[in-house]
């Protein structure tokens, strides 16, 4: 959902939107077999590694907005008032998205934003944002004149593998620490691709932005794929 046009989203519709969307859940070819049987039961996974946009924001969302200087509507009731207590979280939903579902189902705590946990994140990090495209936001900020909407926020894909690459050194030293405790993790990509059409409409023609199509996909791809090590 992009920054410029938000709405309460009610859980359920949340749920219903991201089966839609397929927001999917990526895993090494090496590691599918495991990550199939942790997922029916055969063994919970250590911690959840989550990237996106507001469907997935679990808190990062403020932050963001607080270094833009924008106002946050998910800042204040009625966001967060069925599942935490009225209390506003950052996320773009009156309750829980299905990410926070997932981490439950799998005996984890909810998975906390990146930039704003003061706390381990031995169990997981979320590093997606609300209003994050695939592509980089500079792609869309093309001829901008000075003062120009500052939508979409540098926020992409690419910028929240950045910030997974920067937590990496407090998790594990060597390769093979890397490689083991990542192994009992589970990757979540969720949706990209949305913001990067909003943001388009009204700025660019319709054959402009099915040009761009094949390297949205191309990004969304390989970042879904990029491996731990």
């Known amino acids: ?36 049987a942790s997922l029916r039961g055969g063994g919970p ?5 989550a990237f996106g946009d507001s469907f997935t924001d679990t808190g990062n969302n403020p932050v963001v907005f607080g270094w833009y200087d924008i106002f946050d509507v998910v800042m204040r009731p009625p966001y967060g008032m069925t599942f935490f207590g009225g209390l506003p979280t950052g996320r773009n939903c009156n309750g829980r998205l299905v990410i926070d579902f997932i981490a ?12 704003s946990h003061k706390g381990s994140f031995r169990q997981g990090a979320n590093f997606a944002v609300g209003s994050a495209t695939g592509l980089n936001s500079s792609f ?25 690459e920067e937590l990496k050194p407090s998790l594990c030293e060597t390769d093979q620490e890397c490689k083991d405790f990542f192994g009992r993790s589970l990757f979540f990509v969720g949706e990209f ?21 094949p390297d949205l996909i191309q990004t969304i791809s390989k970042g879904a794929e990029a491996r731990a090590l």
């Open 140 to 164: 869309f900020h093309i001829g901008d004149a000075p003062g120009a909407n500052p939508f979409p926020l540098n926020i992409s894909l690419e910028v929240q593998l950045g910030w997974f």
């Open 193 to 213: 691709g949305i913001n990067d059409y909003q943001y388009s409409f009204g700025k660019k023609s319709m054959q402009e932005i099915r040009a761009f199509v």
């Open 1 to 36: 959902m992009g920054g410029g046009g938000r709405r309460l989203v009610p859980a359920a519709f949340v749920v219903a939107a991201l089966v839609l969307v397929v927001a999917a859940v990526f895993v090494s070819s090496a590691e599918a077999e495991t990550a199939a």
């Open 104 to 115: 439950q189902g799998l005996g984890l705590p909810l998975v906390p934003p990146y930039l």
């Open 45 to 49: 996974f250590d911690s959840i590694f």
